[in-house]
């Protein structure tokens, strides 16, 4: 018979969370029930952290206990990190380089064109983003499940509930025009039926898709369900011209279709900026809105004042070429105004060329590059900020003693800072049952 240690020590050159860091550090997990290995992986009941701080200090507290061992001399040890925006069920597709000439809507058709819709062929490409996911050291999701064809699918949700991974599988939907109806039924089929068959590990949430592609009483019935919400909000300039003006691609899609209907113009067509024109959707309910790549002034006002939570996907926006378009991303302004940013991937799509992980900590390595911004909050950004976005405990990602940790990931560098400056993946080290 396997008798557990009863302890777990981890050695590292520092010991690290968003609130500061121990180095060189220690820290001691409790174990009250079994352990598994997987691939490397160990996956432990009640992670609960018994002890954090200097080796010796760790030494006075264990005593004569027993405990298995595990140096990385040469690592930082975090937190496992929370991607609060992702697109899993397309990481079958790999990264593309992008289209600049046929600008966003290129993207969408590549997507439309490429994307999988049998439930079993999405079910794989999630698999293969969970992988991706856990091989950067990530262990919460914030999962779009994706509308394909106009139907709702669970096949994501379904797949996540199966793996380490927690957070959140938002179901994606389009309601817009004279297909506003029908796609809210579809979703709210769906919904019905991820109810009946119960929730675990993964939270079952609603993606209205954007303010472009779901009108306001879409929200509105999102809203009216009190799942988890999120929605895709100020990402594109075509979105700006279609919110401002009524006009631009969007419509012409539509209208393409036979699906635009002049009621839209009574909400849209008026100058509203997005984030003003869902203002009185967010003040109604906590939303994490994805991207605001286009934010003034007054958008940041109305974010803050609505305790919306912002999902910032730096190389996506950078690959889109946002910054062109609206100006460097505002995320530090937003955060200087209490509003929670998250780190996000978006979809594998928009990665560089041979991506072998799906990785906040990579997302926060390229802020480090670009903005040289501070260390300790790119740490937040990849951790707590998107825990607490994703409705999870935010002591699932600090390191303090009592709590029960989510997982660790053991990054190659003798200090976060060197970490940041490094391209060496991560390991993940201990996950939560």
């Not at 004569?64 to 079958?92: E, G, K, M, S, Y």
């Not at 006009?247 to 209208?255: D, K, N, S, V, Y």
């Not at 690959?319 to 979809?347: C, E, K, N, Q, W």
């Amino acid at each position: 018979m396997f008798f557990p240690p009863r302890f777990i020590r981890f050695n590292a050159a520092s010991i690290i969370d968003a609130t500061g860091d121990v180095s060189p550090g220690s820290i001691l997990i409790g174990v009250e029930g079994g352990i598994e290995r997987r691939d490397g992986l160990l996956v432990v009941d009640a992670p609960r952290i018994a002890a954090v701080g200097s080796p010796a200090e760790v030494d006075d507290f264990l005593g004569t206990a027993d405990a298995a061992v595990i140096d990385r001399p040469d690592h930082v040890i975090t937190p496992a990190f929370a991607n609060a925006h992702c697109h899993l069920d397309l990481t079958h597709i790999g990264p593309r380089p992008h289209d600049a000439a046929g600008g966003f809507g290129a993207f969408v058709d590549l997507v439309r064109k490429e994307r999988r819709t049998e439930d079993e062929q999405i079910a794989a490409s999630v698999a293969e983003g969970i992988r991706l996911s856990l091989a950067g050291g990530v262990l919460a999701v914030g999962d779009i499940a994706g509308s394909v064809r106009g139907r709702t699918s669970l096949a994501p949700w379904r797949t996540l509930a199966g793996s380490p991974l927690q957070g959140v599988s938002y179901l994606e939907f389009f309601a817009i025009g004279k297909a506003a109806e029908a796609g809210q039924a579809r979703a709210a089929e769906a919904l019905a039926q991820a109810r009946r068959e119960g929730q675990g590990r993964i939270a079952i949430g609603l993606q209205p898709h954007a303010p472009n592609t779901v009108g306001l009483a879409g929200y509105r019935w999102a809203v009216e369900q009190r799942v988890p919400l999120a929605t895709h909000l100020a990402e594109t300039a075509e979105e700006r011209e279609f919110i401002g003006a009524g006009t631009g691609p969007q419509r012409a899609f539509l209208e393409q279709l036979g699906l635009w209907d002049d009621a839209a113009l009574a909400e849209i067509g008026r100058g509203s900026s997005p984030v003003a024109h869902l203002a009185p959707v967010l003040d109604s309910a906590g939303f994490l809105v994805a991207h605001v790549n286009d934010a003034s002034d007054a958008d940041i006002e109305i974010l803050a004042r609505t305790g919306t939570a912002v999902a910032y996907c730096p190389r996506a926006s950078d690959y889109f070429g946002a910054a062109s378009r609206f100006g460097p991303h505002r995320y530090r302004d937003m955060i200087a105004a209490g509003i929670p940013v998250a780190l996000g991937t978006d979809s594998i799509i928009n990665l560089p060329a041979g991506t072998e992980r799906l990785s906040t900590l990579d997302e926060a390595r390229y802020l480090w590059r670009r903005d040289r911004t501070d260390p300790m909050q790119l740490l937040a950004m990849a951790t707590t900020a998107g825990g607490r976005a994703l409705g999870l405990s935010e002591g699932a990602f600090l390191l303090g003693a009592g709590t029960s940790v989510l997982g660790l990931a053991a990054v190659p560098g003798r200090s976060w800072a060197e970490a940041l400056g490094s391209e060496a993946p991560p390991e993940l080290l201990l996950a939560r049952k």
